[in-house]
């Protein structure tokens, strides 16, 4: 039993070596990585790299997994910490904990929402990492449709097509949320990604100076339209 508890020890501390050196060509390379490339820096043959992760693919699930994880885990101690009541407050704290996060590692940001890595597919089992942020903003949602903060509006009508792939997710994720309250959910969370890749890619350069300031602004702006 000790002799396998080793094993495993020894195991998980190549598995995050390999990550880490991994993570390091992610800045340098973006996502081409190269398992001999990983290897040779690891100072091991390349064969060596097969017994942990099968392949190129496998690794870059293991360090989207770790990404989407990081970013839910930050959001989720972060939103925590704001109390139940105050709704803006609780959305704001989602927003600064993504763009903080994304800030310091925007590699691994780049990772899962810059441009799709060619020939590349996500396994299935990424998707339950991947919706554990935004798993939080439903969370809000719900608590200010069922306090009736958030209320529908009898006039609003959304697009043909859109009330049908709204009402089917409002139905798998917050039958409470009224469609359109949850389409301005999600017009707000595509908003603010969209606000943290044009600041991680550098499309503010030589436009915003502030960029605190100005995000702050964008995301109260946003809190607005979902009726915060």
Same mark, same amino acid.
């Given at each position: ?121 996500? =396994? ?34 959304? =697009? ?17 949320? =009224?469609? =359109? ?48």
């Amino acid at each position: 039993m000790k002799a396998n508890s080793i094993r495993a020890r020894v195991r998980a501390e190549m598995i995050d070596e390999i990550k880490t050196i991994a993570r390091r060509h992610l800045a340098s390379e973006g996502a081409n990585l190269s398992l001999r490339a990983v290897a040779r820096d690891l100072g091991v043959v390349s064969s060596a790299i097969y017994r942990y992760f099968a392949s190129r693919d496998e690794l870059l699930t293991a360090l989207i997994l770790d990404a989407y994880n990081a970013i839910g885990a930050a959001v989720e101690q972060r939103e925590r910490e704001v109390v139940r009541t105050d709704l803006v407050g609780r959305w704001m704290a989602v927003c600064h904990a993504v763009r903080d996060w994304a800030l310091a590692h925007p590699h691994e940001y780049a990772l899962v929402y810059g441009s799709p890595v060619p020939g590349y597919q996500a =396994p299935a089992d990424t998707v339950a990492a991947a919706t554990r942020a935004v798993t939080v903003l439903v969370g809000i949602l719900r608590d200010g449709a069922v306090s009736g903060v958030l209320r529908d509006d009898a006039d609003e009508r959304l =697009p043909v097509g859109v009330d049908v792939d709204v009402a089917r997710l409002a139905a798998a994720m917050a039958p409470e949320v =009224p469609p =359109p309250v949850l389409a301005r959910g999600l017009t707000a969370w595509v908003q603010l990604f969209g606000m943290i890749n044009f600041e991680v890619f550098g499309q503010l350069n030589n436009t915003i100076d502030h960029r605190d300031e100005f995000f702050g602004y964008q995301m109260r702006a946003q809190a607005a339209l979902i009726g915060l």
